[in-house]
Structure formats: structure tokens, C-alpha cells
């Protein structure tokens, strides 16, 4: 097989990967360059989506703090929060925003050319940065892209997915085999540093906010080298998501900061009804939103509620929402008029692969940031807008860490890294799957049992099924395309997302069962890995 070098190599192009490759190109002398990979195409990622903006507590605004801040993501984590990640993330946000301004980030201003601040839920200030309205991801992706294609010590390699990572008989990670789409082949990268910077899961769930290339990758990958992966119970539903027919499965997103702005949640008799589940109402956490509309629509029988944004003054409403405003208007709805269907879907993984701050996960030499790791900062339920925040803060300190690392390549390859190349040169078995087909009913399943409310009961159906989809699809190594490899990883998150639902005998956040409505006193993570190639282990 072909080989390559490079002393960093970041799989992924979100904001999280694009903002390490800058930082660290710039803070360390790499003699073999930077590599980042990306399955489809730079830049595309679920923070590209990213609508109401990046937290920033700023010396700019006067009305906000770090305690502040600390204390709202600390209620809306419902106790599962690591207060330290919390306060570090939070206080590194003036120096670390302002460096991406530095960068070339546009965040809007007012005509006095002072940055402006949005409120969403569970915050109790403004203190939403956002950009272009409401394309606050696309706004920060495209400025850090420009800048990644004009070094010449980053390398882009789209159209590839990393597909097992090279761990040695000492457990450090030496790189990643990856499979090229256009060339049809499998590769390997060699890399002293391996940063997954991945993004989600949402397209395990039926309806998703998520773009098509959010299945999980990261998670699948790092399990399956023996990380371990913390609190993955907990998928956030997002309470508002364009809802024009049940067929719709990837929905756009109607971001929470048109509630932030005053928009009213409404039933199908356009009565409001926030008011009978949360003191604050639309302004509520997003878990508690979200089953909510989930309770009414069950309760109603119907497919959707409604979002009334035409109390929000018309020009302040198009100035604010243009992206939102453009997609409504091309399914024939005038927000400033006509009511929204909404309902909820997947959206984002708090829990993720165990890591810190600054990106170490549980083996050496690999690294993990953004949306794909757990670093404590969302808990059961995340603060909005934190995610953008924890993706440039993680990412800063991740170039910190490894400006005093050994970044030379690898030389030792062992018998263990042996073995996994081996298994990548052998013949592929003739079997044929219609995966379109298969990931359609994981998804169903996953939508149905392990949803916004859980049970034993519907948590044990999906694992069996889950349990027999994968004994029906032999390609638990080498597969044959990049659709293949993401159905292989679908399976695996689905799985570890279920065995974790199944542990936690409690409600917490996003994570709510019916067969265990109370929140315990006692409040511990899930913590689960791989010890061979047939068992899970609960480690905490």
C-alpha cells in the first residue's frame, strides 16, 4: 500500500480541525507538515451549519462574566458537567475569539461598529457572537479555510475516510489507514499526533439537523482502538427543526435564537403552550423544549407544532435570519407572516471520546476536539452556542500541548501495526449490501427506541436488532467504499449509544426514560471501551 508522513495529521474539516491546523502550523516547527483529511470536501461539517452563533464572554461586553457563564452551562448540564473544563473553556474565550477576529473572522457589529450579542435558551444575558445573521458557521468555516488553502504546510486530502487507526503492542497511536475515493485505494498516513476532529452522530437518528458525512466516524475509530468513549446517552434533539412532511429526514435547522429574539412556540390551534412545561418558556433548556413539542405532538397526534416568528419586527426579523429566511421563503413561507412547522431532531453529541481540554484522550498520541470528544463542558445537556466556543478554545489549547511534544515520525512499526495493514491488503469477500436500504432502517430504528424518551423495553429491542444487523454485515474491517465504512461506524456508535442508555437507570437532560423518571443523587458518567474484539466493558 502507498504511505505518507506528516507530523500532525487532523481528520476532519469543521471549525475545530481547520483552527488546530492554523494554530499549530504557526506555533511549531513541523518538518513534515500538516495533513488534514476530510471524507467530502474542506470545510463541510456540522459546524458549517452552525446557525445562532459562538459563546463570548469578551471584555467587549459589559453585562457578562466568566462566573456567569459558568454558572448558566452548569444548570443546563444537569449536574454532569466538569466544573474546571467549564471555567477553562470559558475563561480563554476573550483571548481566543479575538484571535480568530485576528484571523479574519466577521462577526457582526452595529452601525458604532461594536460587536452586537443574540440571546438563546438557558443563557441569562446576550452573549451570542454571530455572523451574517444567522450563518455564524459558515462565516468562521469560510474564513478558516481561506486561510488553510494558503499555507503551504497544510495538505488537504479530500474525498478520503480514515478507517482504522495504527495502534502498536504499547497502545500509542503511530497513524491511520485511510481509503482514498477517487483512487479506490487504501493508504497509510504515519503521524506522531492524530487529532480527530470529526463532528457527530445525528445521521444515526432518522431526522437530523446533520449533514450526510455526521456518522460518527471519529467515535467508531477511536472505540475500536480501545479509547474510551464517555456519556454517549446523551444526544441532543434540537427543540426547532423545519418540518414540511415526515419524509423529510435531513431538516434545516430553525435556530433557537429566533426564540431568543421572541418568537412563540405554538400548538395546532395556535395556542401557546411553553408555559405548562417551564417557567421560561420558549427560553427554557433545549431538553426540556424539545419534549415539550415531542409531548404535544404525540399528545395531538400530529407531525409538527408551530413557531410564531411574525411578532418579531419584520425588518429586524430578515436583517437577523437571512439564511432562515431564504430557506422558508423557498418552500413558500413568509416567516414574517406565516407560521413555521417545527419539530425535533438530532442535533448534537455531548458525550464523545474521553479527553481533556487540550485534546489528550486515553491513548497516547491520539487527540480528539470539537463535537467528537467529551471533555465535560455540555454534560447531559448543552448550553446553545457552546459547541463553536469549545471546538476554537480546544483547538487553541491543543497547539499549546503540542509545542512541547516529540513530533517526529514514527520509525518503529511493530507486529501489532503490522497486523491491521495486513488485514487492508487482503481480498475483499463478493458479498452485496443495499446499504442505502440498511442505514435507513438503523436510522428508523434508532429514531423509534432510542430517541427523545427511552425505556428498558425499547432500548433492548434496538440492541438486539442492532446486535443481528451486525452479524449480517461481515465487513467488520475492510469494506468497500466510504458508504460501506460509515454503515460499519453507524453500527458501532449505535451500539455504544444504546449499551450507555442502558446503564444510565436515571433521567438526566437529554437522556429521559420512562421507567426511570427521577434524576439519581449520585451523579457519575458512562464510561465504556473496547477490551477485545467481542466486548464492552463499563469502566466507571
Avoid at 497511536?173 to 475515493?181: D, H, L, M, S, W
Avoid at 432562515?324 to 419539530?343: F, R, T, Y
Avoid at 436500504?437 to 434508532?446: A, F, G, Q
Amino acid at each position: 500500500m502507498k504511505y505518507s508522513e506528516y507530523s500532525v495529521v487532523i481528520i476532519g474539516s469543521g471549525i475545530a480541525g481547520l483552527y488546530a491546523a492554523l494554530k499549530i502550523v504557526k506555533q511549531i516547527n513541523l518538518p513534515e507538515g500538516i495533513l488534514i483529511i476530510t471524507k467530502s470536501t474542506l470545510g463541510e461539517s456540522n459546524s458549517k451549519y452552525a446557525q445562532g452563533g459562538i459563546v463570548g464572554v469578551v471584555h467587549q461586553n459589559k453585562c457578562d462574566s466568566v462566573d456567569l457563564h459558568v454558572k448558566d452551562t452548569l444548570k443546563a448540564g444537569a449536574g454532569l458537567c466538569d466544573e474546571n473544563s467549564v471555567r477553562g473553556i470559558s475563561e480563554a474565550s476573550d483571548e481566543v475569539l479575538n484571535d480568530l477576529i485576528e484571523t479574519g473572522v466577521k462577526f457582526d457589529k452595529n452601525k458604532s461598529g461594536d460587536l452586537t450579542f443574540t440571546l438563546e435558551a438557558a443563557h441569562s444575558v446576550r452573549r451570542i457572537l454571530h455572523c451574517g445573521g444567522d450563518a455564524t458557521g459558515a462565516g468562521i468555516t469560510k474564513a478558516l479555510c481561506e486561510k488553510v488553502l494558503e499555507n503551504p504546510n497544510i495538505s488537504v486530502q479530500e474525498n478520503t475516510i480514515a478507517v482504522e487507526l495504527l495502534i502498536d503492542s504499547d497502545k500509542i497511536c503511530k497513524g491511520v489507514i485511510v481509503y482514498n475515493e477517487l483512487s479506490g485505494e487504501h493508504e497509510i498516513v504515519y503521524t506522531s499526533a492524530l487529532v480527530l476532529a470529526t463532528g457527530g452522530v445525528g445521521q444515526v437518528y432518522k431526522y437530523t439537523t446533520n449533514p450526510i458525512c455526521a456518522t460518527g466516524d471519529g467515535v467508531a475509530l477511536a472505540y475500536d482502538a480501545g479509547a474510551i468513549i464517555q456519556d454517549m446517552e446523551f444526544i441532543q434533539f434540537h427543540p426547532t427543526a423545519l418540518a414540511l412532511s415526515v419524509n423529510d429526514k435531513n431538516r434545516f435547522l430553525i435556530s433557537e435564537a429566533v426564540r431568543g429574539e421572541g418568537a412563540k412556540l405554538l400548538d395546532k390551534n395556535g395556542i401557546e403552550f411553553m408555559s405548562k412545561y417551564h417557567d421560561k418558556k420558549e427560553l427554557a433548556p433545549r431538553d426540556i423544549v424539545a419534549r415539550a413539542i415531542f409531548s404535544e405532538m404525540k399528545k395531538e397526534n400530529i407531525s409538527s407544532v408551530y413557531l410564531n416568528a411574525s411578532i418579531i419586527d419584520s425588518s429586524k426579523l430578515f436583517n437577523r435570519f437571512p439564511t432562515i429566511s431564504k430557506k422558508c421563503i423557498e418552500n413558500g413561507i413568509d416567516i414574517s407572516k406565516a407560521l413555521i412547522p417545527v419539530a425535533p431532531a438530532a442535533h448534537y453529541t455531548m458525550g464523545g471520546v474521553k479527553s481533556t481540554i487540550e485534546g489528550r484522550t486515553s491513548i497516547r498520541g491520539l487527540y480528539a476536539i470539537g463535537e467528537v470528544a467529551s471533555t465535560g463542558l455540555h454534560g447531559a445537556n448543552r448550553l446553545a452556542s457552546n459547541s463553536l466556543l469549545e471546538c476554537v478554545v480546544c483547538a487553541y489549547q491543543l497547539a499549546d500541548l503540542l509545542s512541547f511534544a516529540n513530533l517526529s515520525i514514527p520509525k518503529k512499526i511493530d507486529d501489532s501495526i503490522r497486523k491491521i495493514i495486513e488485514k487492508y491488503s487482503a481480498p475483499i469477500s463478493e458479498d452485496e449490501y443495499d446499504i442505502l436500504t440498511l442505514k435507513n432502517s438503523l436510522k428508523d430504528l434508532m429514531w423509534d427506541n432510542v430517541g427523545i424518551i427511552r425505556s428498558k423495553e425499547s432500548l433492548e429491542k434496538a440492541k438486539k436488532i442492532v446486535d443481528n444487523l451486525k452479524s449480517k454485515f461481515t465487513r467488520d474491517r475492510k469494506c468497500l467504499n466510504i458508504e460501506e465504512y460509515e454503515y460499519r461506524n453507524m453500527l458501532t456508535v449505535s451500539s455504544i449509544i444504546i449499551d450507555s442508555a442502558l446503564n444510565r437507570k436515571e433521567s438526566r437532560g437529554a437522556h429521559s426514560r420512562v421507567d426511570y423518571t427521577q434524576m439519581d443523587a449520585e451523579v457519575k458518567h458512562t464510561e465504556i471501551m473496547k477490551i477485545n474484539e467481542r466486548e464492552l466493558i463499563n469502566v466507571k
